[in-house]
């Protein structure tokens, strides 16, 4: 009899959370931990130093004076890569040991911030022994300036979509072989949101720029995620005179609702999902009793109707889904801000956001003519029209083989309360990658973590404070394949509204270290994809100890028809050129 695919990367999996000690590479391991290396040449000159042959292009070094933070002294060295891709790049002044890490720039960039994530409790990087690199993503983002407005430049479209974060890799490299006299030993890149999608760029089409790679929540479906999904939870819950029929006060009925029905599918009641798919939401669950006059605490027919369309995501007239679907069980109290408002006057972020993607990135002219978005309809034409960009924007392609031969390693990592970014979005391309490639040479190179009551790159009411890149580093530096990672549950600090912009970059937090962990109120462990932490039945169920990995009872069918399928597939990404103040499409990107 043949195992099924799911099945025997499971039992694969569960092995190796068990056996700690099992390695994904045969490459030898370092002796013991990296030496620290000085510097061979002064800060200051560094503003001397010729940068335009690693990048291809022209380079300017604007400044490079030394900065003092809590752990150290950096050189902090700022420019300009042509045409106007902004770059940072922080060198330890005393103790730095042979990394670098490029951070990823989320929301719509614009920006530079060098302060890590995920990373709070990795001691090197506290310690400041890293060197810091990121950038702008090819253009400075003014008070006033409409979201999105920079893509009516089709050379900055070129530079957010690929170009700035690579060109910006070589700089650094440069930057650190003129100040240490050596190359870095092992380059790392970190991002979430669009910094995730940033992060899947990297390893598609420039394989040979880092050893490791954290994904969180990636935007990798750009085009259609920016569009229909955010049009979709907008228009679902609008009346034909545009006012909302759901408000946010509603939100914790519908929470509650769905944790007294689902919370021990898991095996604990803690009020979260250990995997939401296995709960079939009914919006009747809470709805009101007929003629109920009062209503503040339940579901009206045409609120539970605006719900339905929601989890279902954009969806055809047929019904047939244009994506893999909406946000998930349990992540109801994060759709507040983003597409539900607190009032009928409010704005919300999937609104603003697809209004701006239409139009000015999503399609090839920027700015669209208004027809494009006063008539965007959820139909086959409007899907064609919207991936024509997809060669650029997208990180679906599922070829990541060179990645894996040039000894690379992937972390991706999600939420399963993202309102934002479907968690969905990681799995299919998680999926697709061991359709590609098999279920053991993925399993090689990635692994896939989701964490409970998260919402998106962070919050939320369940585990979100975790460190990728310390088991990004074991496994890079050391051949030791991730198991667990240990995720802890913190005070929800999330600021702004609960859906907004994702990932949008914070412009002054330019320190190139991590904000140390909080005490966490509670532990657990997150298992690698499709493995779920079960409680054992002893001890304190807010201890990380007392779970086992066991395999997620959710069975899937076989074949889903939905738009987005052949999005997923291996070499599907191109170079673009700007010709005649025009984007034009090169040739694929091949390796």
């Not at 990296?34 to 940068?51: N, S, Y």
């Not at 198991?483 to 929800?492: C, E, F």
């Amino acid at each position: 009899m043949t195992m099924p695919a799911w099945h025997v990367l499971a039992l694969a999996t569960a092995t190796l959370v068990l056996d700690h000690g099992s390695r994904a590479s045969t490459a030898p391991a370092p002796s013991g931990p990296l030496r620290a290396v000085a510097p061979v040449r002064g800060c200051e000159t560094l503003r001397r130093v010729d940068l335009s042959a690693a990048a291809g292009v022209g380079v300017t070094v604007t400044s490079a004076a030394q900065v003092q933070t809590s752990a150290g002294t950096f050189c902090a060295v700022a420019g300009t890569i042509a045409p106007t891709i902004g770059f940072e790049v922080y060198l330890p002044t005393a103790r730095w040991t042979q990394r670098l890490v490029q951070n990823g720039c989320g929301g719509l960039c614009g920006s530079i911030s060098v302060s890590l994530t995920q990373a709070g409790g990795c001691a090197p990087a506290l310690n400041g022994e890293f060197v810091v690199a990121a950038t702008n993503m090819g253009y400075e983002n003014r008070p006033g300036t409409p979201l999105g407005a920079f893509a009516t430049d089709p050379q900055k479209r070129i530079d957010f979509a690929y170009r700035a974060n690579h060109l910006t890799t070589l700089v650094s490299k440069a930057l650190i072989a003129a100040f240490y006299g050596q190359a870095p030993r092992y380059s790392y890149f970190s991002g979430c949101s669009d910094g995730g999608r940033e992060a899947l760029v990297a390893a598609q089409r420039y394989p040979d720029d880092f050893d490791g790679i954290s994904a969180g929540a990636p935007v990798a479906d750009f085009q259609v995620q920016n569009s229909f999904y955010h049009a979709w939870v907008t228009a679902a819950n609008r009346r034909a005179d545009g006012t909302p029929i759901l408000l946010a006060a509603k939100l914790p009925v519908l929470h509650a609702a769905v944790i007294a029905h689902c919370d021990t599918l898991d095996g604990l009641a803690d009020g979260l999902l250990a995997d939401p798919r296995a709960c079939t939401v009914d919006p009747a669950w809470a709805a009101c009793p007929p003629r109920a006059r009062d209503t503040t605490n339940c579901l009206t027919p045409q609120e539970q109707a605006v719900v339905r369309k929601i989890y279902d995501g954009p969806r055809d007239a047929s019904g047939t889904p244009f994506w893999i679907g909406g946000p998930q069980p349990g992540s109801e109290q994060r759709w507040a801000g983003g597409f539900i408002p607190a009032n009928s006057g409010e704005q919300t972020m999937s609104g603003m956001l697809s209004q701006a993607m239409l139009r000015y990135m999503i399609y090839p002219q920027s700015p669209a003519p208004d027809d494009l978005i006063r008539d965007f309809a959820f139909d086959a034409a409007s899907f064609r029209r919207v991936t024509l960009l997809h060669p650029l924007n997208d990180a679906l392609n599922t070829d990541l083989r060179p990645f894996a031969q040039a000894g690379g390693r992937l972390i991706l990592w999600q939420g399963w309360s993202d309102a934002s970014v479907t968690p969905l979005t990681s799995i299919a391309y998680y999926k697709a990658l061991q359709q590609q490639l098999g279920p053991v040479a993925a399993e090689r190179f990635v692994r896939l973590y989701m964490l409970p009551g998260t919402g998106h790159c962070g919050g939320g009411d369940g585990f979100s404070q975790i460190d990728t890149l310390t088991p990004l580093i074991a496994w890079v530096e050391r051949g030791q394949a991730p198991g667990a990672i240990i995720a802890a549950k913190v005070a929800d600090r999330s600021n702004g509204p609960r859906g907004g912009l994702p990932g949008s970059s914070q412009p002054g937090r330019q320190t190139p270290l991590p904000t140390p962990d909080e005490p966490p109120l509670a532990t657990r462990p997150i298992y690698p994809f499709p493995l779920i932490p079960r409680y054992s039945g002893t001890g304190d169920p807010t201890s990380a100890a007392n779970f086992v990995p066991v395999p997620s009872t959710v069975r899937e069918a076989p074949i889903v028809r939905w738009y987005g399928d052949t999005l997923l597939a291996p070499n599907n990404q191109r170079d673009y050129q700007v010709r005649d103040g025009r984007l034009s499409a090169g040739a694929p990107v091949r390796h």
